[in-house]
T-cell receptor, first 112, second 114 residues
Framework: NAGVTQTPKFRILKIGQSMTLQCTQD?????MYWYRQDPGMGLKLIYY???????DKGEVPNGYNVSRSTTEDFPLRLELAAPSQTSVYFC???????????FGSGTRLTVV | GENVEQHPSTLSVQEGDSAVIKCTYS??????FPWYKQELGKRPQLIID?????GEKKDQRIAVTLNKTAKHFSLHITETQPEDSAVYFC?????????????FGTGTRLLVSP
């Protein structure tokens, strides 16, 4: 049982480049989330999903897109990278509507 | 929407002392309050949580208290140890129509000195 797995762990992008952050979980959790964590700040919700085929925006969705074709996978897409997207990105999942999250190990993204 | 404020931003204690971190929330309908510990360079991990029908919950050296009237909740760590050094995040959420999203505080960096 690997929990929540994120790849890559580190990435440097140039302005305007695109990339996909991968997230997969093997706990059969319906609920999945993407957060970003800026230095000295808390976690801000980017997008979330309540099940395969269903996604919705969080607090800071601009510049990102997601999809949820399977229960296990919830990739986050950056289409035109900007320096403001330099951050640490965490994927998380939860079993039910009221409960704690299991986080992935994070992706440290730098846009230069 | 929900807003969570957390204090202090930094807390330094001596080993063996107690540490208290406080959070306030804005949405009176919030009903779930977890605490996460994040060690340097690692993922946040759930350490304790409390629901709105309970005023206090303990787990060994850590406890969380909730005051619904005042809309604040606190994390208490007793007999602190160097391995308690980390950033601690509080969060709050309420159940919307079928879904609940956590809103996080900005974190408290706890440093426990031997």
């Amino acid at each position: 049982n690997a929990g929540v797995t994120q790849t890559p762990k580190f990435r440097i992008l140039k302005i305007g480049q695109s990339m996909t952050l991968q997230c997969t979980q093997d706990m059969n959790h319906n609920y999945m989330y993407w957060y970003r964590q800026d230095p000295g700040m808390g976690l801000k919700l980017i997008y979330y999903s309540v099940g395969a085929g269903i996604t919705d925006k969080g607090e800071v969705p601009n510049g990102y897109n997601v999809s949820r074709s399977t229960t296990e996978d919830f990739p986050l897409r950056l289409e035109l990278a900007a320096p403001s997207q330099t951050s640490v990105y965490f994927c998380a999942s939860s079993y039910d509507r009221v409960g704690g999250y299991t986080f992935g190990s994070g992706t440290r993204l730098t846009v230069v | 929407g929900e807003n969570v404020e957390q204090h202090p931003s930094t807390l330094s204690v001596q080993e063996g002392d107690s540490a208290v971190i406080k959070c306030t929330y804005s949405d009176s309908a919030s009903n779930y309050f977890p605490w996460y510990k994040q060690e340097l360079g690692k993922r946040p991990q759930l350490i304790i949580d409390i629901r709105s029908n309970v005023g206090e919950k303990k787990d060994q050296r850590i406890a969380v208290t909730l005051n619904k009237t005042a809309k604040h909740f606190s994390l208490h760590i007793t007999e602190t140890q160097p391995e308690d050094s980390a950033v601690y995040f509080c969060a709050a959420s309420r159940k919307n129509t079928g879904f609940q999203k956590l809103v996080f505080g900005t974190g408290t960096r706890l440093l426990v000195s031997p």
